[in-house]
């Protein structure tokens, strides 16, 4: 491997990162095999921390797509996997989830390198991946279909089969824990697929491919292919022999796939952006309520679909909660991800860089206060000082539209009412919480918030025995839950004349 193709190996700590990064090559995951991109092109992934390549990506496009579909295409319909029972695939994903677990090091740094998030988050997400993958091993057990009332002379009954080839395309924020959401079920339903991790952070895609193998998951089952949204993501939401496609990421995106759908009328799941209000009332416990709300907006940088930018304080209290808030977002430490002191890294792109940076500015020019914050961090990489925006209206801009950064915009309300009205005028409905002591007050405004998830008196927690998902522009359908094998199987009625 030539030093060229691996300019980002004397950055990692880790020797097990070290040498990855150094043997690395420029290749997508197609039949179980590492191949270069058709075309022969590559594209750079960078580190956010210092602005300077990392590795080198294989870019894949339409004909790179059409290979990998084909060999989905092989594997569910004649391979290995199509012939299996539910515990021979629940043994390989839960082998999967063993090989995850014991490099879970190697995975924290080198996702530390490639989206910024520190070493401690990296851990904490790459658990609930491995939560995610042992609970739908044992889910892929648990898929039912049913027998139908009939006449003593017919047998009725319905069965689950899985749908075919499914497309997933994933986002950049918490790459890990984002692909293991998409392969877990997709297999475990029995499905075969293609992935596109994003361009931004491809990286750790291509280190699961290569555990999966090793735990003994067939050729064709499991695709990768890097690249971009215009080239390798468009061909698979368009493509004829691509039965499904899930997708995370930007509304303005999810729009592009739900209108390709249309060719071959794929069924479509889209997890997109959010905008979530975050309701203090004055009963709350203002401690906890304080510190869950800055890791609410702060976590990751704050590129959370979920985050709770719109911050909605009972006016009585808010000035106090905001002199609060203020002071434990200044006191986080923001700097090198591997840096086991850091709280916060830098975003994750020059890209996001510039669009928070911008709503700074933003923010400014509509006559909203800050707090806290407000600035870059010094010259070098992609650092943004966590920011709290005070005399905040509902709508400006900060207020409704996705930052998806540090930035929290703090906004008051009078009452009960008021609150719910505030923090429904919004085009997303993807997560909200309450913090209040009064249990009524608590169940009355998690039915009325318009949003897939509502926490009361917490904020982040998920779990993959839960649905998730969102209303209005925030989605289309739920991932997980009880009925999660409902978005990844097809319903067959079969009619017999005893």
Same mark, same amino acid.
């Given at each position: 491997m030539t030093t060229a193709l691996a300019p980002g190996a004397d950055l990692a700590r880790n020797p097990k990162v070290r040498q990855w990064l150094a043997d690395h090559r420029p290749v997508l995951l197609i039949d179980n095999e590492w191949v270069p991109a058709k075309s022969g092109k590559t594209f750079e992934t960078i580190n956010p921390t210092n602005g300077q390549v990392l590795s080198i990506a294989a870019e894949a496009d339409r004909a790179d797509v059409d290979e990998a579909v084909k060999a989905a295409g092989r594997a569910f319909t004649e391979g290995p996997w199509s012939k299996m029972g539910p515990g021979e695939k629940a043994r390989? =994903?839960?082998?999967?989830? $063993?090989?995850?677990?014991?490099?879970?090091?190697?995975? %924290? @740094?080198?996702?530390?390198? !490639?989206?910024?998030?520190?070493?401690?988050?990296a851990k904490a997400f790459i658990s609930v991946a491995v939560e995610s993958l042992y609970y739908f091993a044992g889910a892929a057990q648990q898929i039912f279909g049913q027998t139908a009332p009939s006449a003593p002379t017919n047998f009725n009954y319905v069965l689950r089969e899985p749908i075919g080839v499914?497309?997933?395309?994933?986002?950049?924020?918490?790459?890990?824990?984002?692909?293991?959401?998409k392969i877990a079920p997709i297999l475990a339903a029995g499905n075969t697929m293609v992935?596109?991790?994003?361009?931004?952070?491809?990286?750790?895609?291509?280190?699961?491919?290569?555990?999966?193998?090793?735990?003994?998951?067939?050729?064709?089952? =499991?695709?990768?292919?890097? $690249?971009?949204?215009?080239?390798?993501?468009?061909?698979? %939401? @368009?493509?004829?022999?691509? !039965?499904?496609?899930?997708?995370?990421?930007?509304?303005?995106?999810?729009?592009?796939?739900?209108?390709?759908?249309?060719?071959?009328?794929?069924?479509?799941?889209l997890e997109l952006g959010?905008?979530?209000?975050?309701?203090?009332?004055?009963?709350?416990?203002?401690?906890?309520?304080?510190?869950?709300?800055?890791?609410?907006?702060?976590?990751?940088?704050?590129?959370?679909?979920?985050?709770?930018?719109?911050?909605?304080v009972q006016q009585d209290v808010k000035d106090e909660f905001v002199e609060n808030l203020s002071t434990f977002a200044a006191g986080i430490k923001v700097g090198d991800p591997l840096d086991p002191e850091t709280t916060m890294g830098p975003l994750a792109s020059k890209e996001q860089f510039d669009r928070v940076t911008g709503y700074l500015d933003v923010g400014r020019a509509e006559g909203a206060s800050v707090a806290v914050g407000g600035e870059v961090i010094g010259d070098q990489g992609y650092f943004v000082q966590p920011t709290v925006f005070d005399g905040v209206r509902n709508d400006m801009r900060i207020a409704q539209e996705e930052i998806f950064g540090p930035v929290v915009s703090v906004i008051p309300f009078s009452d009960e009412y008021d609150a719910v009205l505030q923090g429904n005028d919004t085009t997303y409905g993807l997560a909200a919480a309450v913090w209040t002591r009064d249990?009524?007050?608590?169940?009355?405004?998690?039915?009325?918030i318009k949003a897939g998830t509502v926490w009361i008196n917490t904020y982040l927690e998920l779990d993959p025995t839960m649905p998730f998902g969102g209303y209005k522009q925030s989605g289309i359908g739920r991932e997980f839950g009880a009925n999660w094998y409902q978005h990844y199987t097809e319903e067959k009625s079969v009619f017999l004349k005893l």
């Open positions: 390989i =994903l839960r082998t999967f989830a $063993g090989l995850i677990e014991a490099n879970v090091d190697e995975l %924290a @740094e080198l996702e530390a390198l !490639d989206n910024g998030m520190t070493l401690a988050t499914v497309g997933a395309i994933t986002p950049w924020n918490a790459p890990i824990c984002a692909n293991i959401w992935l596109k991790p994003a361009e931004q952070t491809p990286l750790t895609a291509l280190r699961l491919g290569e555990l999966a193998i090793e735990a003994g998951l067939p050729a064709g089952v =499991l695709n990768i292919v890097t $690249g971009f949204g215009p080239g390798a993501g468009s061909a698979i %939401a @368009e493509h004829p022999q691509i !039965d499904k496609v899930t997708f995370t990421g930007s509304v303005e995106t999810g729009r592009s796939i739900l209108h390709a759908s249309t060719g071959n009328l794929k069924r479509i799941t959010g905008k979530s209000p975050n309701i203090v009332f004055p009963d709350a416990d203002m401690s906890s309520a304080v510190a869950t709300s800055l890791a609410g907006f702060a976590t990751i940088s704050g590129q959370v679909c979920v985050a709770g930018t719109r911050l909605f249990v009524s007050r608590a169940h009355t405004v998690a039915r009325r």
